[in-house]
């Protein structure tokens, strides 16, 4: 299991990060994604922990907070020192029936963190994200909020999840002017049925120096290649061909079908060459590409889990990257075609001069 650095820290986290979406269950389409409670939670902590997984990651509102309480009391049982393992969390979510009960004003991150600690168990939270983009709530007063936790040693570093890529220079560039602490890290969905965030998102973070954390790596359980494809003018949607699967039961995200069966037509024989499945193909494919600092894997069961972390023992091949990569890209956009255009030369005389270099 390799440790890349987060960001611009210090901070090591494992390539695979443990996400506890499935734990604690609770109503609505928190069962419908899992209802891990303690015991069986804990198989699962222990066990990715024992494989070199350092990084979990939950969210205040997961199982409207059973799952911190599951995780932080896994970790109380299973007698984790707090120095191995790196914990993130996340604020945004409406958490109660008040009108200041989610967003993140600084009210209610103040409020979030108190009660996430506690739920946890813990004195600190390690990575704590702004999981989503509140209209109503200044950039700037978010920032000094979460800054006050950093100071005040309730937090490490913070990141943030959902956002666009300009929303989020506009918070760094509001830190720097301040000297707050910034966004270290993005939580993003990225999958090779959904390579969206590489048009805007990607550059983003290369050039700002954020750390990516993947969510739904498998579009949701789409890449698993267990939905197959409608015969020709079957209409029945393939999802609900397969009674209790998280697909059937809650769609998301969303995923442009025919391309992601082409998708995974395309890694089966790769799978197969490997003795793998397609879904650890799928993460395998991600695990490869240069900007991703950790994916973040799932599991109901310990042989689900177990297949997901053999995904880093698959090295796929240039051309297997390629075939894949060819399968899943975008279609082209403007600027970026422009941009592609236009700037050819000048990237191969950084190239040149470079090479002139070596």
């Known amino acids: 299991m390799r ?64 799952s911190e ?16 393992v790196v914990l993130a969390t996340k604020v945004f979510g409406a958490t109660g029936a008040g009108a200041n009960a989610r967003g993140v004003s600084r009210s209610h991150i103040l409020d979030g963190v108190k009660a996430s600690l506690k739920r946890l168990q813990l004195d600190h939270i390690d990575l704590y994200q702004v ?122 995200p969303p995923v442009n079908k025919e391309k992601a069966w082409d998708c995974i037509e395309v890694m089966r024989p790769i799978a197969a060459a490997h003795g793998v499945s397609v879904a650890c193909v799928a993460l395998a494919w991600l695990l490869h590409q240069p900007q991703v600092t950790s994916v973040i894997v799932g599991a109901k069961r310990p042989e689900q889990l177990a297949e997901n972390m053999a995904a880093t023992q698959v090295a796929l091949s240039p051309v297997e990257l390629e075939t894949i990569g060819n399968v899943s890209k975008l279609a082209a956009e403007y600027p970026g075609w422009m941009l592609e255009r236009q700037g050819g030369y000048r990237r191969q005389q950084i190239a040149d001069a470079r090479h002139q270099s070596a």
């Not at 309480?69 to 020192?81: F, S, Y």
């Not at 969206?196 to 359980?221: H, K, Q, T, Y």
């Open 69 to 84: 309480e599951i995780t932080g009391q896994a970790l109380k049982n299973l007698k984790i020192p707090r120095e191995n």
């Open 131 to 252: 999981h989503g983009f509140d209209a109503a709530t200044p950039i700037e007063e978010t920032m000094r909020a979460l800054d006050q936790l950093v100071r005040h040693g309730h937090v490490r570093y913070v990141g943030v999840s959902n956002w666009a890529a300009w929303q989020i220079v506009k918070a760094l560039g509001i830190a720097e002017r301040l000297g707050l602490s910034r966004f270290e890290s993005l939580q993003a969905y990225y999958s090779v049925a959904g390579r969206d965030l590489e048009r805007e998102l990607i550059p983003m973070l290369r050039s700002e120096g954020l750390g990516l954390m993947v969510w739904s790596p498998l579009a949701g359980g789409f890449l698993s290649g267990k939905y197959p494809k409608p015969a020709a003018g079957n209409q029945q949607d393939a999802s609900q061909l397969e009674e209790g699967s998280r697909r059937a039961a809650f769609d998301f």
């Open 3 to 66: 440790l890349n650095p987060l960001g611009h820290t210090g901070l090591f986290v494992s390539e695979l990060c443990l996400g506890t979406m499935t734990f604690g269950g609770a109503e609505g389409m928190w069962r419908q994604i899992g209802s891990l409670q303690q015991a069986d939670a804990e198989k699962l902590i222990g066990q990715a922990l024992d494989a070199g997984i350092n990084f979990i990651d939950t969210a205040d509102v997961y199982a409207e907070g059973r």
